[in-house]
């Protein structure tokens, strides 16, 4: 009955219930980023503020659904105060809800937690889940007030396949490259993760994110990752002639049997070496060795025309929905919110539209 169904909110990982790992792992929708580690990390190395809900049926752990406050992304510029937040399942990663039991009645609880954990500003829930299976709670999230929308990607591939069939299936000019840079005596490596490897590696990464104005995530992430997860974090290092040319980072999700590329440590100077494309192969054949069954190259605009979507896109592998989720917690500003979101995108879609055609977008290169 529901009534037996109590609800927790945790301000912090450092307070989940110890089954917390014990559902992710049972679960069809288990993940790395459910789990404590992960949440940890998020928490100490972003600052970010966890509200995670718990739901107990007499003291077992039936239900469970990890977020964080953000900032809702707006085009200008507003005061901290001022800022309109939002509950994110979960970001940096991927999150929602995971249920066992009776579905409905716990799906309930855990919603009104959520609806508990939406204060101090917060406009709106978003869930943002890796794994499809998530679609079967799509008629209790739709009941509920969530909206889906598909406005990112992953491109997964195939690791249960032959190596040739993979290989195979990349681009020519990706097998080009590769093959240039084995022949060119590029070797891959697994460093340990001292403290002086995670420096150099976090140099490249952060000297690649500032060369195309992305969101660079501070060292004390990267340190929170390594601490916090262990052997789950696996940096690949290429070699050229005794210089380091370039760094992956990469992301062992061991529930869902995935290998998942998370950042790259590329210098500009390098590109012309092409060691993501034999940092790419090395992975790749060192994750099928260990029996993982896909090899996840990261989220990805949904544009075919994005090119980081066309780069990633040359090394085979199937195009998966990240399947998003919102539901607006302050009706009147999220309805608002939401218009004006629409018509932002709609113009800066017709902009870069404009600028592609005027042949002036410039290609990101390697990542």
């Given at each position: 009955?529901?009534?037996?169904?109590?609800?927790?909110?945790?301000?912090?990982?450092?307070?989940?219930p110890?089954?917390?790992?014990?559902?992710?792992?049972?679960?069809?929708?288990?993940?790395?980023?459910?789990?404590?580690?992960?949440?940890?990390?998020?928490?100490?190395?972003?600052?970010?503020?966890?509200?995670?809900?718990?739901?107990?049926?007499?003291?077992t752990?039936v239900?469970?659904?990890?977020?964080?406050?953000?900032?809702?992304?707006?085009?200008?510029?507003?005061?901290?105060?001022?800022?309109?937040?939002?509950?994110?399942?979960?970001?940096?990663?991927?999150?929602?809800?995971?249920?066992?039991?009776?579905?409905d009645?716990?799906?309930?609880?855990?919603?009104?937690?959520?609806?508990?954990?939406?204060?101090?500003?917060v406009?709106?829930?978003?869930?943002?889940?890796?794994?499809?299976?998530?679609?079967?709670?799509?008629?209790?999230?739709?009941?509920?007030?969530?909206?889906?929308?598909?406005?990112?990607?992953?491109l997964?591939?195939?690791?249960?396949?032959?190596?040739?069939?993979?290989?195979?299936?990349?681009?020519?000019?990706?097998?080009r490259?590769?093959?240039?840079?084995?022949?060119?005596?590029?070797?891959?490596?697994?460093?340990?993760?001292?403290?002086?490897?995670?420096?150099?590696?976090?140099?490249?990464?952060?000297?690649?994110?500032?060369?195309?104005?992305?969101?660079?995530?501070?060292?004390?992430?990267?340190?929170?990752?390594?601490?916090?997860?262990?052997?789950?974090?696996?940096?690949?290092?290429?070699?050229?002639?005794?210089?380091?040319?370039?760094?992956?980072?990469?992301?062992?999700?061991?529930?869902?049997?995935?290998?998942?590329?998370?950042?790259?440590?590329?210098?500009?100077?390098?590109?012309?070496?092409?060691?993501?494309?034999?940092?790419?192969?090395?992975?790749?054949?060192?994750?099928?060795?260990?029996?993982?069954?896909?090899?996840?190259?990261?989220?990805?605009?949904?544009?075919?025309?994005?090119?980081?979507?066309?780069?990633?896109?040359?090394?085979?592998?199937?195009?998966?929905?990240?399947?998003?989720?919102?539901?607006?917690?302050?009706?009147?500003?999220?309805?608002?919110?939401?218009?004006?979101?629409?018509?932002?995108?709609?113009?800066?879609?017709?902009?870069?539209?404009?600028?592609?055609?005027?042949?002036?977008?410039?290609?990101?290169?390697?990542?």
């Amino acid at each position: 009955m529901s009534s037996t169904l109590s609800l927790d909110v945790h301000a912090s990982a450092a307070t989940l219930p110890p089954a917390w790992n014990d559902v992710v792992a049972r679960s069809r929708l288990g993940t790395v980023f459910a789990r404590t580690e992960w949440l940890r990390a998020v928490e100490r190395g972003t600052g970010a503020e966890p509200r995670h809900v718990a739901v107990s049926r007499d003291g077992t752990l039936v239900g469970i659904c990890p977020n964080f406050v953000s900032e809702l992304d707006l085009p200008v510029s507003l005061p901290a105060g001022l800022r309109p937040r939002e509950l994110v399942s979960v970001s940096p990663g991927f999150g929602g809800p995971i249920v066992t039991g009776d579905y409905d009645a716990v799906f309930d609880r855990l919603l009104e937690g959520v609806r508990a954990a939406a204060t101090g500003g917060v406009w709106d829930h978003r869930i943002r889940a890796l794994d499809g299976d998530v679609s079967q709670y799509s008629e209790q999230l739709d009941a509920r007030g969530y909206v889906p929308s598909v406005p990112t990607c992953q491109l997964v591939v195939d690791l249960t396949q032959p190596l040739d069939a993979i290989f195979e299936s990349w681009d020519k000019d990706r097998r080009r490259t590769a093959r240039k840079a084995r022949e060119a005596g590029m070797s891959v490596s697994q460093p340990d993760p001292t403290s002086g490897e995670r420096e150099a590696f976090y140099d490249a990464y952060a000297a690649m994110i500032d060369r195309v104005d992305g969101v660079r995530f501070a060292p004390a992430f990267f340190d929170a990752l390594f601490e916090a997860l262990g052997d789950r974090i696996v940096l690949f290092r290429a070699d050229l002639d005794g210089e380091a040319v370039g760094w992956h980072c990469y992301l062992r999700d061991d529930e869902q049997d995935d290998l998942h590329h998370f950042f790259s440590g590329l210098r500009e100077e390098h590109f012309g070496h092409h060691p993501s494309s034999r940092l790419h192969e090395a992975a790749m054949e060192w994750g099928r060795e260990q029996g993982f069954s896909t090899y996840n190259f990261g989220e990805s605009n949904a544009d075919v025309t994005e090119g980081g979507f066309r780069y990633k896109s040359q090394y085979g592998g199937e195009v998966l929905p990240v399947l998003t989720f919102e539901r607006g917690l302050a009706r009147g500003r999220w309805a608002v919110y939401r218009a004006a979101r629409r018509a932002y995108r709609t113009l800066g879609a017709r902009s870069e539209r404009r600028v592609r055609l005027a042949g002036r977008t410039p290609d990101p290169g390697e990542t």
